[in-house]
């Protein structure tokens, strides 16, 4: 299952059917679990571990050192969940000390050719970034969130759940969950509805949503306000808790 021509650390701990083609570099404190296929070209750094069932692609680099100019080479870590499609030139940073110490991407996610994840980030699961989208340090991603292609997300930006974000868009607030965003810099345009029908919301669900959006962006309400707005929301619909957690829990204040 290794090919002769990969180079293999004797201490990465990889599972008896991992596959790792030609001209590949596994260093050492790597471990991969059981199903991951790993294409010719790719280079995984430790301490990385890797979960089961993913797909790396050629010429991906994970878990790397950081390019924070404050990195003095501690041993920082980076941890991938389960069946991950990681393409073509994808860049995956390990973490910093003046963090967590630690990179963590979730499971189901999909990232395109040449997304970069920086130190320190938290990417959720079944997360998609659409070709060149990058991350720089210290950005959390919610689950289910759509980052299309050439996206930038200055660092500590949080974006939420669900979140959509077209082409090109650059981030420089956090995101609420749900909201759909582009431009530069990023500009909300209103509740992801469709993708919510896509992962089963109720009509009921999505009606209390968007009026739930409403009160943060279309009636003059400060955050505060629309707090208090939500919470009563929150009683009638659940998933408006979601909403909830990314204005309390913003440190950078949310696009407008």
């Known amino acids: 299952m290794i090919h002769p021509q990969a180079i293999v650390d004797p201490s990465a701990r990889l599972a008896d059917d991992v596959e790792v083609g030609p001209w590949t570099l596994i260093g050492p404190d790597v471990e991969i679990g059981a199903g991951t296929r790993i294409a010719s070209h790719v ?5 990385t571990r890797i979960g089961e069932g993913n797909r790396i692609f050629q010429f991906a680099t994970v878990g790397e050192e950081c390019q924070d100019k404050k990195y003095q080479g501690e041993p920082t870590r980076l941890e991938i969940g389960d ?5 073509e030139g994808v860049t995956i940073h390990r973490g910093t000390v003046q963090d967590a110490s630690l990179t963590r991407i979730g499971s189901h996610n999909l990232l395109m050719a ?5 130190h320190d980030c938290v990417v959720g699961d079944h997360v998609i970034l659409a070709n060149n989208a990058a991350l720089a340090g210290h950005v959390h991603v919610g689950d289910h969130a759509i980052l299309g292609g050439f996206t930038a997300v200055h660092q500590f930006c949080h974006i939420g759940p669900h979140v959509m974000c077209g082409a090109g868009t650059v981030v420089l607030k956090d995101i609420p969950a749900y909201v759909m965003a582009s431009g530069n ?30 009160a943060i962006y279309r ?30 829990t913003s440190s950078r204040g949310i696009i407008r």
Do not use: C, W
């Not at 069946?83 to 393409?87: G, Q």
């Not at 040449?114 to 920086?118: C, D, E, G, Q, R």
């Not at 003059?220 to 309390?248: N, R, Y």
């Open 219 to 248: 009636q003059g309400l400060t955050v505060e306000q629309a707090l208090q707005a939500l919470e009563a929301m929150a009683a009638e619909e659940p998933a408006v808790q979601a909403l909830i957690d990314s204005l309390q």
């Open 83 to 87: 069946h991950n499609v990681i393409r």
């Open 185 to 214: 810099s990023a500009r909300p345009h209103g509740i992801n509805l469709e993708g919510l029908r896509r992962r089963g919301f109720s009509s009921d669900a999505l009606s209390v949503l968007r009026r739930a959006y409403k």
């Open 43 to 47: 280079v995984i750094q430790g301490p």
């Open 114 to 118: 040449y997304a970069h994840v920086a």
